[in-house]
């Protein structure tokens, strides 16, 4: 009983780790856009993300009923499979943040309990019917249709202020992105800060101490939101610097359409229950917000490697959660081997960081690529 106990701990500490690297790998979906435009200096940006990403956190938990028991059987679920899980995620997260990809930490966290539930207890115990119309449906509709309402929404921005003097209007908009950006953090904790709450919930219903389909009880939310909030609140200024100058040219009006869009449709999805990577749908809101707005210029080189990143991650990160499970099911030793690789790990990827360091006096500087420029036709 105490080598269970001992590791409950050592899985709700991992879970809370992923879900601070979560919140710093998240920051650019509410604030990259806000921040890149100039509606909000930097540092007061995570500040307002990171509060709102813990208030957030207490809207909803529909979405952790979905991770503890709609996508792996949790009769079939040990706590080192969670555990392989988590360290499959958190590694994914750490290497994407390293390079300034805004990959989904939510599709990193399924990918790795997925590999890691299915070594560990077979493929019976991975609910593949729910994956697909929980997960990967929505992971290929909701940047489609955000991108969309998007391209739409600046189209219409523009359209109805092309009589308003531009200072005017970009005044305007920079007021209502403060709002704006406001919702999609807010948005971001009711979905994101839900996917930790649900696999410490998985954790706590694999030892008995929850019944099988409970909710979370009140500590493993306000955990789950502060680890969000408190990572948000780190930056995660090179990913915020891809989303907010890499992706495409954005301006104040854009910047208003792309958050207003993103927060509709993840809220949305919140309310249903579906736990879809708000990364995802931030990034199609920024790139429909680049094709909505005449002659702006959309780096195609750079959404290619965005997509490739979002490619990856469901098996990239099963692959590391499945080698984690099978080192981890050899007992205390194979736990602790797996324990300190992680370590290594997050150790080297925070040394290689500060080689190009990105920080909030150069987050909006970025080397023009014109290979990668295409200007675009009217909408």
Same mark, same amino acid.
């Given at each position: 009983?105490?080598?269970?106990? *001992? &590791?409950?701990?050592?899985?709700?500490? %991992?879970?809370? @780790?992923?879900?601070?690297?979560?919140?710093?790998?998240?920051?650019?979906?509410?604030?990259?856009?806000?921040?890149?435009?100039?509606? &909000?200096?930097?540092?007061?940006?995570?500040?307002?993300?990171?509060?709102?990403?813990?208030?957030?956190?207490?809207?909803? %938990?529909?979405?952790?009923?979905?991770?503890?028991?709609?996508?792996?059987?949790?009769?079939?679920?040990?706590?080192?499979?969670? *555990?392989?899980?988590?360290?499959? $995620?958190?590694?994914?997260? &750490?290497?994407?943040?390293?390079?300034?990809?805004?990959?989904?930490?939510?599709?990193?966290?399924?990918?790795?309990?997925?590999?890691?539930?299915? /070594?560990? #207890?077979?493929?019976?115990? =991975?609910?593949?019917?729910?994956?697909?119309?929980?997960?990967?449906?929505?992971?290929?509709? +909701?940047?489609?249709?955000?991108?969309?309402?998007?391209?739409?929404?600046?189209?219409?921005?523009?359209?109805?202020?092309?009589?308003?003097?531009?200072?005017?209007?970009?005044?305007?908009?920079?007021?209502?992105?403060?709002?704006?950006?406001?919702? =999609? @953090?807010?948005?971001?904790?009711?979905?994101?800060?839900?996917?930790?709450? !649900?696999?410490?919930?998985?954790?706590?219903?694999? %030892?008995?101490?929850? #019944?099988?389909?409970?909710?979370?009880?009140?500590?493993?939310?306000?955990?789950? !939101?502060?680890?969000?909030?408190?990572?948000?609140?780190?930056?995660?200024?090179?990913?915020?610097?891809?989303? !907010?100058?890499?992706?495409?040219?954005?301006?104040?009006?854009?910047?208003?359409?792309?958050?207003?869009?993103? %927060? #509709?449709?993840?809220?949305?999805?919140?309310?249903?229950?579906?736990?879809?990577?708000?990364?995802?749908?931030?990034?199609?809101?920024?790139?429909?917000?680049?094709?909505?707005?005449?002659?702006?210029?959309?780096?195609?080189?750079?959404?290619?490697?965005? $997509?490739? +990143?979002?490619?990856?991650?469901?098996?990239?990160?099963?692959?590391?959660?499945?080698?984690?499970?099978?080192?981890?099911?050899?007992?205390?030793?194979?736990?602790?081997?797996?324990?300190?690789?992680?370590?290594?790990?997050?150790?080297?990827?925070?040394?290689?960081?500060?080689?190009?360091?990105?920080?909030?006096?150069?987050?909006?500087?970025?080397?023009?690529?014109?290979?990668?420029? /295409?200007?675009?036709? #009217?909408?």
């Amino acid at each position: 009983m105490g080598t269970v106990s *001992f &590791l409950l701990v050592v899985v709700v500490l %991992t879970a809370l @780790a992923f879900d601070f690297t979560n919140g710093f790998h998240d920051t650019a979906n509410s604030m990259a856009t806000s921040i890149a435009t100039g509606a &909000l200096r930097p540092r007061v940006a995570v500040a307002v993300a990171g509060a709102l990403n813990l208030a957030g956190a207490f809207l909803s %938990t529909e979405v952790a009923k979905t991770i503890s028991g709609g996508i792996v059987d949790d009769a079939k679920v040990s706590l080192v499979m969670i *555990f392989a899980g988590l360290v499959g $995620a958190l590694l994914w997260n &750490l290497l994407t943040w390293l390079a300034g990809l805004p990959s989904s930490s939510s599709h990193a966290l399924f990918g790795g309990l997925i590999g890691a539930v299915w /070594v560990g #207890a077979g493929g019976s115990a =991975v609910q593949f019917g729910a994956i697909v119309e929980k997960i990967l449906i929505p992971a290929i509709v +909701s940047p489609l249709v955000a991108c969309v309402v998007a391209l739409l929404a600046t189209y219409f921005a523009y359209v109805i202020t092309r009589r308003t003097a531009p200072d005017q209007a970009r005044q305007g908009f920079r007021r209502g992105q403060v709002g704006s950006a406001s919702l =999609v @953090a807010l948005a971001h904790g009711t979905n994101d800060a839900q996917k930790t709450m !649900g696999v410490i919930t998985l954790a706590l219903i694999s %030892t008995g101490a929850l #019944a099988h389909d409970s909710a979370p009880p009140w500590w493993v939310v306000l955990l789950s !939101g502060m680890a969000i909030a408190l990572g948000t609140y780190t930056g995660g200024w090179r990913i915020i610097r891809t989303m !907010g100058k890499g992706l495409t040219d954005i301006e104040a009006p854009q910047g208003f359409a792309a958050e207003t869009s993103a %927060t #509709a449709v993840i809220l949305a999805s919140s309310h249903m229950g579906f736990p879809l990577s708000t990364t995802q749908v931030c990034t199609g809101s920024i790139l429909g917000a680049g094709l909505g707005r005449r002659l702006a210029q959309v780096r195609w080189g750079v959404a290619g490697r965005i $997509a490739l +990143s979002w490619l990856l991650t469901l098996p990239a990160a099963a692959a590391v959660g499945g080698a984690a499970a099978w080192t981890a099911d050899h007992g205390t030793a194979g736990v602790a081997l797996v324990a300190a690789v992680a370590a290594a790990a997050a150790a080297g990827f925070w040394a290689l960081s500060r080689h190009r360091p990105v920080t909030p006096d150069n987050v909006n500087e970025l080397p023009a690529r014109p290979a990668e420029c /295409v200007e675009q036709p #009217a909408a």
